[in-house]
């Protein structure tokens, strides 16, 4: 009766996967992203985007499990606040205002990446990361990484993708 479905379970897995891939401290180190709430929240945005797009292609079975992670992902964020301090009241205005800004970078973010728009892609992250007019070198790199990682996770078998995905390698971006 109180039994997780799979569907639930991977999305779960694949969250966690998400998660630790946006941590990694090249993003941070390396790559010019500020180590802020808001700048993880959009490396969270754009690993869970890239994921769903993967499990999108799989038909019904793919369908489930990202709405899944998408709802988890959700949970997450509405955690988070909890545990930032944010009171009872005002965790349902900071989730509308987190959610418009979520569905708002997951589109132009899928749109780019759907488009093949690694220049479009760049001035998104730049002035949602970095609140740069322009696309910086960094998030020309960031764009980068996201096309080979979207190219990976498209060149995996959805069952590989659900256990443990295999991300491209970010790189330093050119001086």
Request: glycine residues 6%; proline residues 4%; charged residues 25%.
């Amino acid at each position: 009766m109180f039994k997780t479905r799979p569907s639930r379970q991977a999305a779960e897995q694949l969250y966690a996967a998400c998660a630790a891939q946006a941590r990694r401290p090249v993003f941070y180190t390396h790559m010019g992203v500020p180590d802020r709430i808001d700048a993880r929240f959009e490396l969270y945005t754009l690993h869970v985007l890239l994921v769903l797009l993967r499990l999108r292609e799989e038909g019904q079975k793919g369908a489930d499990t990202a709405q899944d992670l998408f709802d988890t992902y959700v949970s997450a964020l509405d955690n988070t606040l909890r545990e930032l301090g944010v009171g009872d009241v005002a965790v349902g205005k900071k989730m509308r205002r987190l959610g418009e800004a979520m569905y708002g970078r997951m589109s132009a973010y899928e749109k780019a990446i759907l488009a093949g728009d690694e220049d479009t892609l760049a001035t998104a992250l730049g002035r949602n990361i970095l609140e740069a007019d322009e696309a910086t070198p960094e998030m020309r790199a960031m764009a980068a990484y996201a096309m080979r990682t979207r190219a990976s996770l498209a060149d995996q078998p959805f069952e590989n993708v659900l256990a443990a995905p295999a991300w491209a390698e970010p790189m330093q971006a050119a001086a």
